[in-house]
């Protein structure tokens, strides 16, 4: 509409030059002693009917000419008025029906997701769900961008998306989730804490571009922080490895593939609480789905093949298991739990991180029992692996800076321990999921209700809180 309104208005001005154009030229012709300034002025006086006379006597042909220059100059300001006002007419009101008509889509929509933000990422993020069918409304305070989804039919609301009222407006409460398509951490954190408390059941993605900051993100109320820049260098990536008549398969450290629709895979008995009863080859292979264990290789470098059911698998050991394809891969294993206040520490910043570990493992569990892509458990892996090294930088700076006894002994497990997490993350594709997800779960047990209890209580003895 704004285009055609231009239009319009850029004929009306070229009409209205035309007939100056023409009185200015025809007075100069009529009589050779007008100046052009004369014969301008004439010709203005005259297309507006100020009437202040004429600057020069005229004679009966100037005078009909003045007559035509009178008629075609006001029919000429007549149509651009009118063509004019009828644009503006129609666009004001095309406007407010057209709003009507998303206020009361709006008012209809339910278990929809909002986007906020409607930039490239929120335009390409909406293009897809359109295709998709997934129902979405759009918040931005841009103008520009908004019109740009109402051209495209989207649901929008103007207002920013920070505000209470803008997300209500958008039907929060009765949204299904909402992406923040937000270019700052500030506005993320705001809108996933404003979205958390209106309502507390919707799923909210964040968009991040640095993970040292996502767990802020989650402790503000995000389920999902998604990395843009990451995504798109993996989708280049693939359409490398197509270009060069590859698979994703074919890739060096992909898996192999099975024979006769069967595997072998592993499962490891990493250390963790040596109070806990160490399972049996039977228990593995029913809790695992497997059809039968091959072999067991011993701590100690010793190997039993086709071990008996009854034999206990200790620490350290590691079973190899036969498995028909497909069938392993959905049994999930432990499931991580709920955080509770028994897990709590008493020393807030150690606590935040504690969740954040869980969080994590619980999304790698997650993601394992839904089958995503190898690719997303991997990033998932590779934030857990990032966040764990941090975790214990900080415990031990805590023991430095308090002159903790066990201090070396301490950061020993957290290298034992990280080891442990570096190999599981290497062999992933040979491990279980089961497997993955029984290791991350003890090992977070057993770090929070172990060893970490035992400096926490040294630490609140000296005051720190």
């Known amino acids: 509409m704004q285009t055609e309104f231009r239009r319009a208005l850029l004929r009306s001005l070229v009409a209205i030059a035309g007939v100056l154009a023409f009185g200015t030229g025809g007075y100069l012709l009529l009589d050779d002693g007008w100046t052009v300034l004369d014969a301008f002025y004439m010709t203005l006086i005259t297309v507006t009917t100020i009437g202040y006379g004429e600057i020069r006597p005229l004679e009966t042909g100037g005078r009909i000419f003045t007559s035509v220059l ?14 004019i006002g009828s644009l503006l007419v129609e666009s004001r009101l095309g406007a407010l029906l057209g709003r009507r008509r998303i206020d009361d889509r709006l008012k209809k929509t339910s278990g929809h997701y909002l986007i906020c933000g409607f930039g490239d990422l929120g335009a390409a993020i909406g293009a897809e769900l359109d295709r998709a069918g997934v129902a979405f409304v759009v918040i931005d305070a841009n103008d520009e961008l908004l019109q740009r989804a109402d051209a495209l039919g989207f649901i929008t609301v103007c207002g920013d998306p920070t505000q209470d009222a803008t997300l209500i407006n958008a039907g929060i409460r009765r949204a299904a989730g909402v992406v923040i398509c937000a270019a700052d951490l500030a506005t993320s954190l705001v809108v996933s804490m404003a979205g958390r408390e209106l309502n507390p059941a919707v ?23 998604a990395y843009p820049v990451q995504m798109g260098g993996q989708r280049v990536a693939r ?25 072998v895979k592993l499962y490891r008995r990493y250390s963790g609480d040596q109070a806990t009863a160490l399972p049996s080859v039977g228990e593995i292979v029913s809790r695992t789905g497997a059809v039968q264990a091959v072999s067991l290789r011993r701590a100690d470098g010793s190997e039993i093949e086709q071990p008996a059911t009854n034999l206990e698998v200790g620490q350290g050991d590691a079973l190899a298991l036969l498995v028909r394809e497909g069938q392993a891969a959905s049994r999930p294993g432990t499931v991580p739990p709920e955080w509770t206040e028994e897990m709590s520490l008493g020393l807030p910043s150690i606590d935040e991180e504690h969740r954040m570990l869980l969080t994590l493992i619980s999304r790698i569990s997650e993601a394992t029992q839904r089958k995503s892509p190898r690719t997303e458990i991997a990033n998932i892996f590779d934030r857990l692996i990032e966040y764990t ?15 903790y006894p066990d201090a070396e002994a301490h950061a020993a497990q957290h290298r034992d321990l990280a080891a442990q997490v570096m190999e599981l993350n290497r062999d992933r594709r040979a491990v279980l999921p089961a497997n993955v997800a029984d290791f991350l779960v003890d090992w977070l047990r057993v770090h929070i209700m172990g060893s970490d209890h035992r400096y926490v209580t040294w630490l609140q003895e000296r005051g720190v809180r």
């Open 203 to 225: 799923h909210i993605i964040a968009m991040g571009a640095d993970s040292s900051l996502e767990e802020r993100l989650v402790r503000a109320g995000a389920d999902a922080v």
């Open 70 to 83: 009178i008629v075609l100059g006001i029919g000429t300001a007549a149509a651009a008025l009118t063509q």
């Open 389 to 403: 090294e941090r975790h214990f930088q900080h415990e031990e700076a805590l023991f430095r800076e308090h002159a």
């Open 239 to 263: 359409l490398i490895i197509e270009q060069l008549g590859l698979t994703p398969e074919d890739a060096p450290g992909a898996e192999e593939p099975g024979v006769f629709g069967y595997r």
